[in-house]
């Protein structure tokens, strides 16, 4: 039949979403690819060995019994600051990481947790719903419900940085309050947005600074450095 370059970019395109899917595909019509690499007999057998020989080096030959090799630790989604990972930090070092989870699901499911690459089965780089929304039209006062992952603030010491973030990762969702008069009684704190203070932007900053480098866990950082 010849060599369809339209058909390349549509595989292409396709891998970089639905991989399991477009394979399964691939398989089932006997495309170019399968053909190329030698039926689809061969092209199952050598996947599965070289899923096999991996597991081993994970968890040797008793992988399947091996915790290394669940899904969830191959899968391991962390979530952590730019600053921390420019740092060279390790994934969870504090005050400004928060704490790794292990999403079940991948690409193709509702729990939507795409791995990172073909190579990196971790969900670090792949994409997760950061937003759930369920709204009941006909009963907005009790019917309303929402998880913003990792929380409503970007200051790392808000109580609110991370406080999401276990809700989201077990599937749950947070109640949506939507009339003020159920607002003003749970209120517990206002943000206020105008014009800027006469306070400059580069004390903002420095103020800033000075509670993150003051924060004990990395004055912790400075001193292993420093000896």
């Excluded at 999403?103 to 792949?126: F, M």
């Excluded at 309050?177 to 209120?187: D, F, G, L, Q, V």
């Excluded at 580069?202 to 004055?219: E, N, R």
Aim: net charge positive.
């Amino acid at each position: 039949a010849g060599f369809d370059e339209a058909f390349l970019v549509k595989i292409q395109n396709a891998l970089q979403g639905h991989l399991h899917l477009n394979v399964l595909r691939m398989l089932r019509s006997g495309s170019w690819w399968v053909e190329k690499a030698g039926g689809k007999d061969k092209v199952v057998n050598a996947a599965v060995r070289a899923a096999v020989a991996r597991l081993e080096q994970l968890g040797g030959k008793t992988w399947s019994q091996n915790s290394k090799c669940a899904w969830g630790k191959l899968h391991v989604k962390h979530i952590q600051h730019t600053i921390s990972k420019g740092l060279g930090l390790p994934p969870g070092s504090q005050p400004l990481d928060l704490p790794s989870h292990e999403p079940g699901g991948d690409t193709n499911t509702i729990n939507q947790a795409a791995s990172t690459s073909i190579d990196d089965l971790s969900a670090t780089g792949g994409s997760q719903a950061s937003l759930r929304v369920i709204w009941d039209l006909a009963n907005l006062a009790t019917g309303c419900w929402m998880i913003t992952v990792p929380g409503v603030s970007g200051q790392f010491n808000s109580p609110h940085y991370g406080d999401q973030l276990p809700i989201w990762a077990a599937g749950q969702l947070r109640p949506v309050r939507t009339t003020h008069e159920a607002i003003a009684p749970n209120t517990s704190s206002r943000s206020y947005f105008g014009p800027r203070r006469s306070r400059s932007y580069a004390a903002q900053v420095a103020s800033l600074m000075a509670s993150f480098i003051c924060h004990p866990c990395f004055t912790g950082i400075l001193g292993q450095g420093s000896t």
